[in-house]
């Protein structure tokens, strides 16, 4: 039964676009959550009621995440003050090869035994606004797509933030490496052709088994695939906002099962 609610929700949604997400809702347990309390959750969360019941609201899983990528939500958070989540627009996940975050939960709410890729699943990637991706008219990427980035990097200095020019500093956390190293790759499209949803998308080991560009016209448009993981970098990434994920939904139930 909640099997069946949950593929017409995911039906509706498919055929709703992503924004059908305001007006439908889901249910999980037999327990109706509103739209606005499906969040993404980080890596190896457990099924979502669950996961209320058993965060315990520590914030451990936040100070470990080298890239910032969890947050807790605020009073005005539905699923009460503390809750971790992700908002991937902000930052995404970006599927840390030894998952610190859910190692470092201590109640079961990140299930430990989901510690590596095969077991991740946070949702599945939509192509939401095709018609605003820039690959589809082959339009560079504009400096302030990339600039935006740099406001998503917690580790600058405000003058590296400003200047966007880093500055090496000895003996960087592995926190500020690992930020700036995906800030020096995002640097790589300003004014370039925009490819870095599928180029930067971190599934691993080969992320084209997660999303690819496609011809369509005189362009190119994202295409996702069975592997994704609904991890957000996409998300994050995309200048235009033309990708958005489903939280907890699978590929099969959004895109129908292959073969
Ligand atoms: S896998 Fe890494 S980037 Fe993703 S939430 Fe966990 S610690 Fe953060
Ligand atoms: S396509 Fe890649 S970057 Fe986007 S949500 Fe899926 S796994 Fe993450
Ligand atoms: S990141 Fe991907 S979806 Fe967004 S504009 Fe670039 S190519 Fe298009």
């Keep these: 039964m ?3 609610r949950r593929r017409d929700f995911m039906k509706k949604m498919a055929g709703l676009g992503v924004l059908g997400l305001a007006a439908v809702g889901t249910v999980y347990a037999g327990k109706a959550l509103l739209p606005d ?3 993404l959750r980080p890596p190896g969360a457990v099924e ?3 996961f209320l019941a058993l965060c315990v609201k520590c914030g451990q899983c936040l100070q470990v995440c080298p890239y910032d990528s969890i947050i807790l939500e605020d009073i005005d958070g539905k699923a009460g003050v503390g809750t971790a989540y992700i908002e991937p627009r902000r930052r995404g996940c970006y599927l840390c090869e030894l998952f610190p975050c859910i190692l470092a939960c201590p109640s079961g709410a990140l299930d430990h035994d989901k510690a ?3 077991h991740i699943h946070m949702g599945v990637a939509v192509v939401a606004n095709e018609s605003a991706c820039l690959a589809l008219y082959n339009k560079p990427v504009p400096d302030w797509a990339i600039d935006r980035i740099y406001e998503h990097t ?3 200095t405000p003058e590296e933030r400003r200047t966007k020019k880093i500055k090496d500093i000895p003996n960087p956390s592995e926190k500020r490496e690992l930020q700036i190293k995906l800030l020096k790759k995002v640097e790589q499209y300003r004014g370039k052709q925009c ?3 599928a180029d930067l998308c971190p599934y691993f080991p080969d992320p084209s088994q997660a999303i690819g560009m496609i011809k369509k016209g005189q362009g190119y448009v994202p295409e996702i695939r069975e592997k994704c993981v609904g991890c957000g970098a996409c998300v994050e990434l995309c200048p235009t906002d033309v990708l958005k994920v489903i939280p907890r939904a699978t590929y099969d139930e959004v895109y129908g099962k292959k073969g």
């Design 48 to 50: 979502e009621y669950d």
């Design 37 to 39: 309390e499906l969040r």
């Design 2 to 4: 909640k099997d069946n």
């Design 154 to 156: 917690t580790v600058l």
């Design 195 to 197: 490819t870095m949803c």
């Design 116 to 118: 590596d890729i095969e």
